[in-house]
């Protein structure tokens, strides 16, 4: 059975190469990062035994534990219900402000657009408009 932390810690495999396996400071990366999305008591449940959003934020962690400077997102809320999808963008927006991590979003969803600084709208692969707003 696949751990919440094996999850996370699957981000760090890009750092290690085809032979290294996860030592300690992966697994420190690992807990650090299930911390900063709120996971960290659920590290040894199975992923299969969380939530949707529960999911969605193990998946943030496994991207944070490679420390990385921008995360793709596709449909982040996708799935998720109206409470699950706000703690979610809290999250981000903590991890934008505090460690300066940018946030790329291909979204649908209007509260994921409410909360973005900058807004590109693609129509049939060529942009529509490019607006700065005021995150709501």
């Keep these: 059975p696949t751990t ?6 699957m981000g760090t495999y890009r750092s290690l190469g085809w032979i290294k396996r996860p030592g ?8 650090e990062a299930l911390e900063k999305v709120g996971m960290l008591p659920f590290k040894t ?4 035994q969380l939530s949707g959003g529960q999911q969605q934020r193990v998946a943030v962690a496994r991207a944070l534990a490679s420390k990385p400077k921008i995360i ?3 449909e982040p809320t996708a ?3 109206s409470k699950s999808a706000a703690n979610l963008l809290e999250i981000m927006a903590k991890l934008n402000k505090e460690e300066k ?6 979204t649908h969803d209007q509260r994921v657009i409410k909360k973005a600084r900058r807004v590109i709208t693609l129509v049939d692969g060529k942009i529509e408009s490019d607006v700065e707003q005021t995150p709501t």
Excluded: C, H, P
Excluded at 4 to 9: G, I, R, T, W
Excluded at 101 to 106: A, G, K, N, V, W
């Design 24 to 31: 300690l400071k992966e697994k420190k990366a690992a807990l």
């Design 79 to 81: 799935n998720l219900d």
């Design 45 to 48: 449940r199975q992923i299969s």
């Design 72 to 74: 793709l997102a596709d």
């Design 101 to 106: 991590i940018t946030f790329l979003f291909s």
């Design 4 to 9: 919440a932390l094996d999850v996370v810690m």
